[in-house]
């Protein structure tokens, strides 16, 4: 039953559940029945009894002698939002203005409805975790908070989850989880499976100035070390090791104990990439979320009917879409190009894009769906502790609806195939050396693979202009180039690596390897003396080398003096250049308001 039919139930006026707040000037929707505004001006609203919070604490709803009215937290001081109106019974039925004895008309239900499509530009990553961000975000002044509050699960991740700053960058894990709990996903494989694995994972990187985004999709499959991972047990920590070797990306949670603290962790060991929170949904997820919109609109190139593993059975062309189906259309990879579990990536990446265009399109004028979806969503969802609660969830959601949905990509991390395995036998891969690192260097420095306008004018760039001129200039020949490298990376042997490569691919042979470093740096730093700049220039253009890594002295050096190069831990391998290029490199992205059919 949808708002209109609930008021006509219960003789409301269906126009009058939309209420102005005189505090903020927005109508707030009142599903319930709000409690009726005071008649004495100076008298504080009395507090409902259904609606009354515990004091205390930031979900309290109240603070100091603040009471409730409506869902909506008041003081004394403060004009409490009116609450909803009976169907006025004839022409002589208006409401009274409190304090004065006059009763006046209602407004006009045809202005009411401002308030219902006022915020247009919406952000939602996937289709589960992040749509009750998206409610938050479109109607952040629907009193929404007590009731979905209680259904957010929360876990400490501890020091994995990296403070930053709501204004900032943000990179944001979404883990899928392939737990078989719940109705009916017993017969989805491994009963016994109880905890899951990180299943279908996303890194979302949403940019400093809101231009754009990119969710990176990273293969269950992938084979990767798994870092050693402190894991909160009750009151106490339990430390569990590094993998012996490389692992497949899935087991960075639920196998020997490992949280989601033990995926963030893993991602970051693997990109470089600090992780600041974490959220994480289930198959329930998928199918209450895809429910509650009405079906996800989703294509195939040609018909697709497996029998045996995910029992997905749709001709080709254009469907909707739910429950049960929508979670066979994300498992399956049978029917699709190589049947891998990158063929099914796509499909993923395919449905959470439709997803997104379905709740910005058709989702955000109807309240009762968007109150549907949030349900849903936060009835499946874990976070971390810093966007632990409805307040905090809302706020992350008012920065993602900055993002215009042209300027969201979507992209697999590039991957070869794991030459360990042989041939005919391969089943699972591992990072290309090359590619993906620029990837995760253009995430860092905030480059767009959208190539945004606005982004062309790199904010990185733009800090680094004053020194942008020590890269101008004559650049000495490889022979005459004198450098001794340290290693401050952390990573072992990277300063004879790269003594190895400057010696036998670039022809700088008087370099020295002068081990490791005093200390472990942050970023590569190259200093040298003002006589030495022609040399600075050539090996900074081999390297890749940013103009902020150049540090110039004031006194020239001698004849035979060399330069000091200090190996950060922004040093990828020997020979990848240190600069994130300016444009994607081809990795097979998508932008979300693209339809495509699964191939």
């Known amino acids: 039953m949808d708002a209109h039919s609930r008021g006509r139930a219960d003789e409301i006026d269906p126009a009058d559940q939309w209420v102005l707040n005189p505090q903020t000037g927005n109508y707030e929707l009142r599903l319930d029945r709000s409690a009726e505004q005071s008649t004495q001006s100076s008298q504080a609203p009395r507090p409902s009894r259904t609606d009354r919070a515990p004091s205390g604490g930031p979900d309290s709803g109240t603070t100091g002698s603040g009471t409730r009215s409506g869902g909506r937290r008041t003081t004394p001081a403060e004009a409490p939002v009116p609450g909803q109106r009976r169907r006025p019974a004839g022409p002589d039925t208006a409401d009274p203005v409190p304090g004065s004895g006059r009763r006046v008309p209602p407004q006009s239900r045809r202005k009411r409805k401002q308030g219902a499509s006022r915020k247009k530009k919406v952000l939602l990553w996937t289709g589960g975790t992040m749509a009750f961000v998206l409610v938050g975000g479109a109607v952040g002044v629907y009193a929404l908070y007590s009731k979905l509050n209680g259904n957010i699960g929360v876990v400490d991740v501890g020091t994995a989850a990296k403070p930053a700053s709501i204004k900032g960058p943000l990179n944001i894990l979404v883990i899928g989880n392939d737990v078989r709990t719940g109705e009916g996903n017993e017969s989805y494989g491994n009963k016994d499976n109880v905890t899951g694995h990180a299943d279908t994972t996303f890194l979302i990187h949403i940019a400093e100035d809101r231009t754009n985004a990119t969710a990176v999709s990273i293969p269950r499959d992938l084979k990767i070390e798994i870092p050693e991972c402190p894991t909160k047990v009750g009151d106490t920590t339990k430390v569990i090791p590094a993998s012996v070797g490389k692992r497949k990306f899935n087991e960075s949670y639920g196998v020997e104990g490992r949280d989601p603290g033990c995926t963030m962790r893993t991602v970051t060991q693997m990109s470089g990439l600090p992780?600041?929170?974490?959220?994480?949904?289930?198959?329930?997820?998928?199918?209450?979320?895809?429910?509650?919109?009405?079906?996800?609109?989703?294509?195939?190139?040609?018909?697709?009917?497996?029998?045996?593993?995910?029992?997905?059975?749709?001709?080709?062309?254009?469907?909707?879409?739910?429950?049960?189906?929508?979670?066979?259309?994300?498992?399956?990879?049978?029917?699709?190009?190589?049947?891998?579990?990158?063929?099914?990536?796509?499909?993923?990446?395919?449905?959470?894009?439709?997803?997104?265009?379905?709740?910005?399109?058709?989702?955000?004028?109807?309240?009762?769906?968007?109150?549907?979806?949030?349900?849903?969503?936060?009835?499946?969802?874990?976070?971390?502790?810093?966007?632990?609660?409805?307040?905090?969830?809302?706020?992350?959601?008012?920065?993602?609806?900055?993002?215009?949905?042209?300027?969201?990509?979507?992209?697999?991390?590039?991957?070869?195939?794991?030459?360990?395995?042989?041939?005919?036998?391969?089943?699972?891969?591992?990072?290309?050396?090359?590619?993906?690192?620029?990837?995760?260097?253009?995430?860092?420095?905030?480059?767009s693979f959208t190539e945004v306008k606005k982004k062309e004018a790199d904010a990185k760039k733009a800090r680094s202009q004053a020194q942008a001129k020590l890269l101008q200039g004559p650049k000495a020949p490889a022979a005459e180039v004198r450098v001794d490298v340290y290693n401050g990376s952390g990573l072992q042997g990277a300063a004879q690596a790269t003594i190895n490569w400057l010696q036998n691919d670039e022809g700088v042979l008087r370099s020295t390897n002068k081990s490791n470093a005093p200390e472990k740096a942050a970023k590569t730093t190259l200093s040298y003396a003002p006589n030495q700049a022609d040399q600075a220039r050539a090996l900074a253009a081999m390297m890749g080398l940013q103009a902020t890594a150049l540090k110039q002295g004031t006194t020239d050096a001698g004849e035979r003096e060399p330069m000091t190069l200090v190996l950060g831990a922004d040093f990828k391998g020997a020979g990848v250049p240190m600069t994130a290029p300016t444009k994607a490199p081809d990795v097979g992205q998508v932008e979300a308001d693209k339809k495509v059919c699964a191939q």
């Open 275 to 447: 992780i600041n929170h974490f959220m994480m949904v289930d198959f329930n997820a998928v199918k209450k979320l895809s429910t509650a919109v009405g079906g996800v609109k989703v294509c195939l190139a040609k018909p697709i009917n497996d029998k045996t593993y995910s029992k997905l059975n749709l001709p080709a062309g254009e469907h909707r879409v739910q429950g049960e189906q929508a979670l066979a259309f994300l498992r399956n990879r049978h029917g699709l190009g190589n049947e891998s579990d990158l063929d099914r990536i796509k499909q993923q990446q395919q449905f959470v894009a439709s997803m997104i265009r379905q709740l910005k399109e058709e989702t955000l004028d109807s309240p009762t769906k968007l109150l549907d979806v949030a349900t849903a969503a936060t009835e499946s969802l874990t976070v971390d502790k810093g966007i632990g609660d409805a307040m905090k969830l809302t706020a992350l959601a008012k920065e993602l609806a900055k993002v215009d949905l042209k300027n969201i990509t979507f992209l697999t991390v590039p991957v070869v195939d794991n030459p360990d395995e042989p041939p005919t036998r391969r089943a699972t891969v591992v990072l290309d050396s090359v590619k993906a690192p620029q990837v995760f260097s253009m995430i860092e420095q905030d480059v």
